[in-house]
């Protein structure tokens, strides 16, 4: 993996789910591409946030992880995260990514 060329995170937007989706599948192997768009339609509405994680390769910039969450209102502790997607793609696992996207996620609730 070229750290120098790793993206920053970002929100993925409505018209990159498609680039999205490739990742996605490697967590969810059956679902379909209209499936994952349509859930993604219901739960932006209740504020999800669906984050990206890029590097570069040959052909351009590939997502290689993912993480979505929605905040919530908690009786007993208040503010809280709801963390429902956690991906990294099979060939970048074991070298701490996930450990940053879960780092990033929580920076953002406080």
Same mark, same amino acid.
């Given at each position: ?16 789910? *498609? ?5 996605? *599948? ?10 994952? @768009? ?6 932006? +509405? ?11 390769? *040959?052909?351009?910039? +590939?997502?290689? @992880?993912? $993480? ?8 007993? $502790?208040? +503010? ?26 929580? *920076? @953002?609730?406080?």
């Amino acid at each position: 993996m070229n750290e120098n060329c790793m993206a920053k995170i970002e929100e993925v937007k409505e018209n990159e789910l *498609s680039a999205a989706f490739p990742l996605f *599948s490697q967590l969810n192997p059956t679902m379909k591409k209209e499936t994952f @768009r349509n859930n993604y339609e219901r739960t932006k +509405r209740l504020e999800y946030k669906l984050f990206k994680a890029t590097v570069c390769e *040959s052909n351009g910039e +590939r997502v290689v @992880r993912l $993480i979505g969450y929605l905040f919530n209102e908690d009786l007993c $502790i208040g +503010r809280a995260m709801y963390v429902d997607v956690l991906v990294v793609d099979k060939n970048y696992r074991k070298k701490g990514v996930g450990k940053r996207l879960m780092d990033f996620a929580v *920076s @953002r609730l406080h």
